[in-house]
């Protein structure tokens, strides 16, 4: 790990990077809605994704590159030092043993990737992580993959605060909710981290026509056919389909499932003079506030919906990352940074750390 000071930036790997959502917001300098998020003290040393489009796009806006690889093809003695671990795991694939005490396992090949995670952490020992993922990873398998999710960081080493989070009250036009999980190796870092407070509330919130592009209201290849509309009436009312947003509140959260170019899906749509319409795909990246200059074009418009729709938004991950910033920067923990990680070491290796930190409720 690097050593740390006011002027030293901290290096960052990305796993499960995508088109770089989290790391366009960790790193900051970029402009969205007319507002400059300045650049934050990260530098992005490593990052990889298995989805070689997704990849596309990432190379295409950053000055570093990402590897297309799968996470388990990793030799995690050969990649560059790095002091945080970013990473959105699958959260679909858990399954809970019958051991006694239950263990977590998975269902089929994506449940192995947050193993992938965890291990990483275990091998290079970064100062921090920050792992992001969908609300019903608090619900998952009955309330009960969550708490032993949260065990496997706590034995890799590492005191944990997690907060789910609903990026409208983050100047963002979207209603989207994920939980942040942050590790600390070092207690005194644990102690001092706060998670950002909201910026936009209620009457403040985004609206969701801010970002809609007029001009594609004159373009008949984003409206759905009379054929599609009529299959989704047929089973509106039972399956909650055509989901036409109101434009003068933030928008429902959006998927990869815009690719899918369907109404018969929970998706958001537009209602444009009695007609439906789907977002474009640059319109689905200034909801997930992607700024103006993010390029997409070099892959498929489905592509682009794809890896958009599965991105960070990286506003919300830049006010993230900014608290942690201020965490840094705390004189007070820096001066007791060195003296906290040799007490932390001599307790890490028979602590149980459950025990010391009760799992929050929210």
């Known amino acids: 790990m690097a050593e740390i000071n006011r002027n030293t930036k901290l290096k960052v790997a990305s796993f499960f990077c995508g088109c770089g959502g989290m790391d366009l917001g960790i790193q900051g300098g970029f402009e969205y809605l007319n507002k400059k998020y300045h650049n934050l003290p990260y530098e992005v040393a490593y990052a990889v994704d298995n989805d070689a489009y997704a990849t596309k796009i990432y190379n295409d806006n950053f000055n570093h590159k990402c590897e297309t690889k799968d996470v388990r093809e990793i030799e995690l003695n050969k990649i560059p030092n790095y002091d945080i671990l970013l990473g959105g795991f699958p959260c679909q694939s858990f399954s809970i043993s019958a051991q006694n005490p239950p263990r977590l396992g998975y269902k089929d090949d994506r449940g192995k990737l947050f193993f992938e995670m965890v291990k990483a952490l275990k091998v290079n020992k970064p100062r921090f992580f920050i792992a992001e993922n969908v609300k019903g990873l608090l619900s998952a398998n009955k309330k009960k993959a969550f708490p032993m999710i949260i065990k496997e960081f706590e034995k890799a080493g590492y005191h944990i605060k997690y907060k789910l989070f609903n990026s409208s009250e983050f100047g963002i036009p979207q209603k989207r909710q994920r939980v942040f999980i942050v590790g600390f190796r070092n207690y005194q870092d644990f102690a001092y981290f706060n998670f950002p407070s909201e910026t936009t509330l209620n009457g403040s919130r985004v609206k969701l026509n801010t970002v809609i592009d007029a001009n594609a209201d004159k373009n008949e290849k984003w409206f759905f056919s009379q054929k599609a509309v009529e ?79 599965n991105a960070v938004p990286p506003v919300l991950m830049w006010h993230i990352g900014k608290s942690l910033a201020e965490l840094v920067n705390n004189k007070s923990t820096q001066e007791s940074h060195t003296h906290c990680q040799v007490a932390q070491k001599a307790n890490y290796t028979n602590q149980n750390l459950s025990k010391s930190i009760p799992l929050p409720t929210l």
Not at 244 to 261: F, G, R, Y
Not at 265 to 280: A, I, N, Q
């Open 231 to 309: 299959g989704m009436l047929r089973v509106k009312e039972k399956m909650n389909k055509g989901r036409a947003q109101n434009l003068d509140e933030p928008c429902n959260t959006i998927s990869s499932h815009l690719s899918k170019v369907s109404l018969n899906s929970t998706d958001p749509v537009l209602m444009v003079d009695g007609r439906y319409r789907r977002f474009t795909p640059r319109e689905a990246a200034n909801i997930q506030s992607f700024p103006t200059s993010f390029k997409l074009d070099s892959v498929s418009e489905n592509r682009q919906y794809r890896a958009i729709g």
